[in-house]
């Protein structure tokens, strides 16, 4: 049988030399940055070297669309153990968005299959996003033009003569996916470690000995208006820089006599902050509605939920009140679309943040990653619905339903959105009002860009413009709606019935941790602390004890170094791939503040570092700094804490 890897030539997005941007366009020099391996893709390599490993007839394909540059990347890819490597380079896949990428790949899977480089019996394996565009888009939107399973965010598997089983992650913890239908796509986390590469001289002469095979437009038959910038769904129409804010910091240093004093007046400080009341955001306030005369698009705004543990997820409140917000500025109506058995808890939870319909749909498992069958239901409803706005969360499952949705609709995505404005927008050389503006970081958080979506209007069926946005990024507020119809459709036409089973596993979630957006204090837990032991006794203990003192309850959160090391699940990861956190007070803990990082918790009241290095990012960014090993800091600031709690 055949792996096919996917393999994503990236810009090494930690390193982008000043001498690259070009500061007053807002955009970037290509050929001045550093290209490398997406290293998501290599361990999706490494996973098709371990399959190899338990079955000899494995040949691990390992393919790649970019410029003819990335040959030296599929030569590292040979070195490494792959059979064979295809580069489907040509100038006219330039500027391809997501959805026009997947449909080259899925093509040049198919032109493998049809000259016979590969056979029917294939998985693909990828990773399960890109470093540096970060959307997760593509493998979901491969797998529906393959008309594949998509098994993603795995993170261990094993193969025995006829099935895959695939340990996958999944908003709600975790489960195993076994199948044996082929073709599938499954794509990789980094919590899969299992073999390090090793590349001994004969590798390296063997890479080189290796033609890589370039694979051009014409050498396969596509519809040439779906590739490159024309196939496009989306475009970039603003790309600019993240604000930088200066704070006044305080800097403690715990090597000082006055260390014990100075944090103890912090720490009323912070007890005085946290006392006060919330102040109330007016982002439920709708704005004026706008001129519709010149409109692009038409049709209402859907908000698509998640049950998450048998409850409606806070996230989806979230979605469902900036739909409600841009519908009343459009002047339609805000609807939510759920995977679930027809609820009226739901329906009247959802009525009170304004929202007036509600589609129920039945028969499929609420809890399950079967993406396929749910994203085909839901694509079914948003066809007959026709809304010119859809939002979803960027949780471990929307950020793949979504994609595939996309793609049956045939239709833009822009991932990961901070912000969604309706502005006048010049489209096709016209202006038009209330098009939706999908704002998110790019190049890991580099630089943000403002996307649009772009659709032929003229068509019969015009696909709505599609964000998600990460969980914790909007407020959900509260706006009652007079009444609130109810829908209930079956998902059961839409079930493909691919031959897999799936068993749930309970994850190890402690807990308390289900929602880190409602803490109002969140200690994080950095690479500093580098067991879990060290997270068990140094800083569970740490939060129980500031518990006391705030009387309020401490969510931890971790950095994604932690999340990468198995220490702590997924849902404790605060950042530009994990939840977006606006609590009083934050405590980053051995936190070096990378941009991914920051942006998940720069609208935090007062943040405190403790760091040994005075110069780490995050301390620029903090109103107090204790200098210090975190273990030693620790230990002083709970004495001060103990004092205090018995005042
Ligand atoms: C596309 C993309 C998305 C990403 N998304 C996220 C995301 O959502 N969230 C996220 O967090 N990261 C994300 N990252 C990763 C991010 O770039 C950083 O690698 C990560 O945040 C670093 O984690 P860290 O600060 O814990 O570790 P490090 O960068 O290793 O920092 C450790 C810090 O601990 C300090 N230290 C060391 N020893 C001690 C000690 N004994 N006591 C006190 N301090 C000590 C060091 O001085 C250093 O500042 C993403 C990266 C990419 C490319």
Redesign the pocket.
């Given at each position: 049988m055949d792996i096919i890897a996917f393999a994503k030539y990236v810009p090494n997005?930690?390193r982008i030399p000043d001498n690259a941007w070009d500061y007053e366009k807002g955009t970037l020099l290509r050929s001045r940055l550093q290209m490398h391996f997406n290293s998501y893709d290599q361990v999706a390599l490494n996973m098709a070297l371990s399959i190899r490993q338990q079955r000899s007839d494995v040949r691990i394909t390992v393919l790649s669309m970019g410029p003819s540059s990335a040959t030296d990347m599929l030569k590292e890819a040979i070195a490494y153990g792959a059979d064979q490597a295809f580069l489907l380079t040509d100038k006219k896949f330039a500027g391809a968005d997501t959805i026009a990428t997947a449909y080259v790949l899925s093509e040049g899977i198919k032109y493998l299959q049809s000259t016979g480089k590969i056979s029917h019996e294939y998985a693909v394996i990828c990773g399960m996003q890109s470093?540096d565009g970060?959307t997760a888009q593509v493998p979901a939107q491969v797998a529906y033009y393959l008309d594949a399973p998509l098994y993603p965010y795995v993170t261990d598997l094993t193969m025995n003569d006829k099935e895959f089983s695939f340990h996958c992650l999944n908003t709600v913890g975790a489960m195993t996916m076994t199948t044996s239908q082929f073709p599938l796509v499954a794509t990789a986390t980094k919590l899969y470690k299992k073999l390090a590469f090793y590349v001994s001289l004969d590798d390296m002469v063997r890479a080189n000995n290796t033609p890589i095979s370039l694979i051009t437009v014409d050498d396969m038959s596509l519809d040439v208006n779906r590739i490159g910038l024309t196939g496009s769904k989306t475009r970039v129409i603003k790309i600019f820089f993240p604000e930088k804010q200066e704070k006044e910091r305080q800097v403690l240093d715990s090597r000082k006599d006055n260390f014990k004093s100075e944090i103890t007046d912090m720490i009323r400080s912070q007890i005085r902050l946290l006392g006060q009341s919330a102040e109330l955001t007016d982002s439920g306030v709708a704005s004026e509605q706008l001129d519709t005369s010149a409109s692009y698009y038409s049709g209402d705004c859907v908000s698509l939920c998640e049950i998450v543990d048998g409850y409606l997820s806070q996230s989806s409140l979230e979605t469902s009140s900036r739909c409600v917000q841009l519908a009343q500025q459009l002047g339609v109506n805000a609807m939510a679309v759920i995977v679930s058995k027809t609820d009226a808890e739901v329906v009247q939870t959802l009525q009170t943040y304004g929202i007036k319909k509600v589609v129920f749909i039945e028969d499929l498992d609420e809890d399950s990653v079967c993406v396929h069958d749910r994203a085909r239901a839901i694509a079914a409803v948003l066809k007959d619905l026709k809304p010119q706005i859809v939002i979803a969360s960027a949780t471990l499952t929307g950020r793949v339903i979504a994609p595939y949705i996309s793609a049956e609709l045939n239709g833009g995505l822009t991932a990961d959105c901070s912000a969604l404005e309706l502005r006048d927008t010049v489209l096709k050389k016209e202006t038009y009002s209330n098009i939706l503006h999908q704002i998110r970081p790019a190049l890991?958080g580099n630089i943000m860009a403002t996307i649009v979506s772009i659709y032929d209007n003229t068509e019969d069926y015009v696909p709505p413009q599609m964000a998600t946005v990460r969980p914790g990024v909007l407020d959900a507020v509260e706006a009652p709606a007079e009444s609130c119809e109810v829908v209930t459709v079956s998902a059961s036409p839409y079930k493909l019935n691919f031959s897999e089973t799936y068993t749930p596993h309970q994850v190890q979630q402690d807990d308390e941790q289900a929602d880190l957006t409602s803490f109002e204090v969140i200690v994080c837990v950095?690479?500093?602390v580098d067991t879990p032991e060290s997270v068990d006794q140094v800083i569970r203990p740490f939060c129980r004890q500031l518990e006391r003192v705030f009387n309020t309850p401490v969510g931890l959160g971790c950095?994604?170094?932690?999340v990468d090391k198995g220490m702590l699940p997924h849902n404790h990861?605060?950042?530009?791939?994990?939840v977006v956190i606006k609590p009083k007070l934050y405590i980053g803990i051995?936190?070096?503040?990378?941009i991914?990082?920051k942006i998940?918790m720069e609208q935090t009241e007062m943040i405190l570092s403790?760091?040994?290095?005075p110069e780490?990012p995050l301390n620029s960014f903090s109103d107090v700094v204790l200098l210090g090993?975190?273990e030693k800091v620790i230990e002083q600031f709970s004495g001060q804490l103990s004092q205090l709690s018995v005042q």
């Open positions: 997005i930690d470093t970060d890991g950095g690479n500093a950095t994604r170094a932690i990861q605060i950042g530009q791939t994990g051995g936190v070096s503040g990378a991914q990082h998940g403790i760091n040994t290095n780490a090993d975190y």
